[in-house]
């Protein structure tokens, strides 16, 4: 139980930084790569067994973080996955995975995050662009065999595809356009132009934020309650990373509730 600080909340145990080691590399899609991660330092992992979980990477050459979700985690194997996107040379964490060799090593903090799939819902929406196929992907991974949903994933082209493992009862479908982030209408429009199940649906929505807030936009309509909600932003389109951090706190950066 968290121990309360003076004014009585509760505080958080907060999480070891744990340093671990690439033992993998597996370029999943033209731009995206998955590196497998292990070492002596996963014995320090606290894993939150959620589906939705993120760790903030540290990069002390360029004194950063960046906020990345785990793909999955492999206890007897001793070993997680972290898939990044990129994009040439731009931003940090993309060019260090794509240049990532076996032995090289990355410390990180977490996890966070509060999502997982509820069994009792009787339906699942999971929405999102490339920066959030980990969390979805993990998300498909989890659910039961008999779960019933619709997947609606933006990518650039038909090669940034992912054969994401899921139950037979959810639709996934796939929308292209490029470059990512530069038609913010699309996710919604796939939600109001899809099947929409019947029953209570949890939904799980995340990427580019411009997106999201026409996604929230059309959900909203539904009258979904906030508990069977997550969404938010991952990143906006024209922005770099520290602009839509600092932007978070912002009119700009808020998605309505």
Do not use: C
């Not at 490339?130 to 998300?139: K, R």
């Amino acid at each position: 139980m968290p121990t309360p600080d003076a004014a009585g909340r509760p505080q958080r145990t907060p999480r070891p930084t744990v340093t671990l080691e690439v033992q993998a590399v597996e370029w999943l899609s033209p731009h995206m790569v998955r590196l497998v991660l292990g070492g002596p330092g996963f014995a320090n992992f606290v894993d939150n067994n959620h589906t939705d979980k993120y760790v903030k990477l540290q990069f002390p050459e360029q004194d950063v973080t960046r906020t990345y979700t785990v793909r999955y985690v492999d206890r007897d194997a001793q070993q997680l996955a972290i898939d990044f996107v990129v994009h040439g040379d731009q931003g940090v964490a993309g060019p260090w995975a794509a240049g990532a060799r076996p032995g090289d090593t990355i410390s990180l903090k977490g996890p966070g995050g509060g999502y997982s799939p509820d069994p009792a819902a009787d339906w699942h929406l999971l929405v999102g662009d490339a920066s959030a196929l980990p969390a979805i992907g993990a998300a498909l991974a989890a659910l039961p065999p008999d779960a019933r949903g619709v997947a609606h994933l933006l990518v650039e082209d038909d090669a940034e595809v992912l054969a994401l493992s899921a139950p037979t009862g959810v639709q996934l479908h796939w929308a292209f356009h490029s470059p990512a982030g530069s038609a913010p209408s699309l996710l919604a429009e796939a939600i109001t132009d899809g099947p929409w199940l019947p029953g209570r649906v949890q939904v799980f929505a995340h990427g580019e934020r411009e997106s999201m807030k026409a996604v929230r936009a059309v959900l909203k309509q539904r009258s979904i309650p906030r508990e069977d909600l997550s969404l938010s932003g991952y990143w906006a389109f024209g922005r770099s990373e520290d602009r839509f951090q600092a932007e978070k706190r912002e009119p700009i950066g808020q998605i309505p509730q």
